[in-house]
Antibody, heavy 119, light 109 residues
Framework: QVHLVQSGGEVKKPGASVKVSCETS????????ISWVRQAPGQGLEWIGW????????NFAQEFQDRVTLTTDTYTRTVYMELRSLGSDDTAVYFCARGEWELNYLDYWGQGTLVTVSS | EIVMTQSPATLSVSPGGGATLSCRAS??????LAWYQQKLGQAPRLLIYDASIRAPGIPPRFSGSGSGTEFTLTISTVESGDFAVYYCQQYSKWPPGITFGQGTRLEIK
């Protein structure tokens, strides 16, 4: 059974960075990529970017490409998202989700990680 | 950028009734369209992909249709567990990559 389990909530100050993990199980890790999506309080879904777990290639939404990094650890089957230069508008729940390609539907999702940016 | 517009913003339906949710793309996405259900405090759940294919485990009362720029999610007989927010998502073109609609809230009438 496919599972994506994310790290716990974080509280950060403006200007800081945050790194969220997504540990996967239940499928061949390198057969699928991982997208990251965020949801601000009471708002809709916003796609951040995607990583090809096999090659390490990444694609990002334009508004995030200068301050987000996606990495993988094949041995622990874990994907990481690091977001830098945090502002209050980065306060959101961050989800990882499985998607075969950068342009694809997302069939399994992590439980979400709340990142709060506050001084 | 491909903008996805969902309507209505809120749909009030009585249990046992039917529901029709709409999603419009600002340009053609062919059939590269998915629908998700999100309950409060939970992650989204994939319902439909490629515009009309039900994801594994999704009951047949959920159906999707459409192509190009106009899409519909239909719930034939709404059950109590179906009251949630529904999002459409296109995955047709790069850039901009994946984009979501703003959501339709299905509420109890």
């Amino acid at each position: 059974q496919v599972h994506l389990v994310q790290s716990g909530g974080e509280v950060k100050k403006p200007g800081a960075s945050v790194k969220v993990s997504c540990e996967t199980s239940g499928y061949t890790f390198t057969d699928y990529g991982i997208s990251w999506v965020r949801q601000a309080p009471g708002q809709g879904l916003e796609w951040i970017g995607w990583i090809n777990v096999y090659s390490g290639d990444t694609n990002f939404a334009q508004e995030f490409q200068d301050r987000v990094t996606l990495t993988t650890d094949t041995y622990t089957r874990t994907v990481y998202m690091e977001l830098r230069s945090l502002g209050s508008d980065d306060t959101a729940v961050y989800f990882c989700a499985r998607g075969e390609w950068e342009l694809n539907y997302l069939d399994y999702w992590g439980q979400g990680t709340l990142v709060t940016v506050s001084s | 950028e491909i903008v996805m517009t969902q309507s209505p913003a809120t749909l009030s339906v009585s249990p046992g009734g039917g529901a029709t949710l709409s999603c419009r793309a600002s340009q053609s996405v062919t059939t590269n369209l998915a629908w998700y259900q999100q309950k409060l405090g939970q992650a989204p759940r994939l319902l439909i992909y490629d515009a009309s294919i039900r994801a594994p485990g999704i009951p047949p009362r959920f159906s999707g249709s459409g192509s190009g720029t106009e899409f519909t999610l239909t719930i034939s007989t709404v059950e109590s567990g179906d009251f949630a927010v529904y999002y459409c998502q296109q995955y047709s073109k790069w850039p901009p990559g994946i984009t979501f609609g703003q959501g339709t809230r299905l509420e109890i009438k």
